[in-house]
């Protein structure tokens, strides 16, 4: 009998018959071996059922009409688990062979740690990405950079500022679960985000200087949706922001609110939306005061102005 703890690797699949064999197989080659593959499809029109139903039974399949969000499908791979750690990858993904062995030696190692961070490094047709997540994330960086490991007591204060998980990036302890139960269905986009910085609030984090996964960049990938990756960031960050009681938290999530709309005015500006831009410019400018994006809303809302008016036009898109 293993003594082992299981792992319960989770993925939500929607016409995924292009990539799944990669993730499933690199699931498969890792170093530690107990492990259950819980496949939720979505929906699927593809023959991605079928490629899954041909693994054999450490390979679990469940099948829902579609919801249009991974975060239903990872709902219900959570509610099929066994395991006594959990974690996620897409369907386009890949694990490196040691993902599981290194986040779960150091699970063991730090019991009070509910949940823990590898880095990740991006890639598309034409190679990998120069640096990994984690390198492209200064404040953690700054820390990171000459250390194997950390352990973030307040892990919230640095996820505020940025962003340095995925889904595909993080372990947790099952019975962390009873703190943030699921991801929230509210969310079309950014609900991995909401789902470990809500955990965060209640355990302390671990981050390991250490890729464990691969992140498929292609044409398909929902992050190329300007509009629903920002107005997204904007919801997902709301919601935290209304249920954080730390004021200096508070104001790194309003930051990033504004910088969101202020990203969306640019965008709408350059595709000729102008009401629109304005109405992105004014929500910052109702926001609570702060001068760096104070000063970059005159300016987007300058630019507006003279777009319209025809005296400047953006450059082709």
Request: charged letters at 20%.
């Amino acid at each position: 009998m293993d003594t082992k703890s299981l792992v319960s690797v989770i993925i939500p699949a929607y016409n995924a018959q292009e990539f799944i064999v990669e993730a499933l197989n690199s699931i498969i080659a890792q170093t530690y071996d107990n492990i259950e593959i819980i496949v939720v499809d979505d929906g699927s029109s593809d023959d991605t059922s079928q490629v899954v139903a041909s693994y054999d039974s450490r390979v679990h399949i469940y099948h829902q009409s579609n919801s249009g969000t991974t975060a239903i499908p990872r709902n219900t791979g959570i509610m099929h688990s066994s395991g006594d750690f959990l974690c996620f990858l897409d369907a386009d993904d890949l694990m490196v062979p040691d993902r599981i062995s290194f986040q779960v030696d150091f699970m063991e190692r730090y019991p009070h740690v509910g949940i823990v961070f590898c880095d990740y490094r991006n890639f598309n047709k034409d190679g990998f990405y120069s640096e990994s997540h984690f390198q492209t994330c200064p404040h953690l960086w700054s820390q990171l950079r000459d250390q194997r490991e950390l352990i973030l007591e307040n892990p919230c204060a640095l996820l505020a500022q940025e962003n340095f998980g995925i889904a595909g990036s993080i372990m947790i302890r099952k019975n962390t679960l009873r703190f943030q139960p699921g991801f929230d269905l509210t969310l079309r986009s950014c609900e991995d985000f909401h789902f470990y910085y809500s955990t965060a609030r209640y355990v302390h984090a671990g981050v390991i200087n250490k890729v464990g996964m691969m992140r498929r960049i292609h044409e398909k990938n929902k992050t190329g949706n300007t509009v629903k990756m920002l107005s997204e960031g904007i919801h997902s960050r709301t919601l935290l922001r209304d249920s954080e009681k730390d004021p200096k938290i508070r104001a790194y999530l309003n930051r990033y609110i504004a910088g969101c709309h202020g990203s969306l005015a640019r965008y709408y500006a350059d595709h000729g939306q102008f009401i629109q831009s304005l109405r992105c410019d004014l929500q910052v400018l109702s926001g609570p005061f702060y001068w760096p994006q104070l000063r970059a809303t005159c300016r987007n809302i300058t630019r507006t102005i003279i777009m319209a008016s025809g005296l400047h036009k953006p450059k082709k898109l």
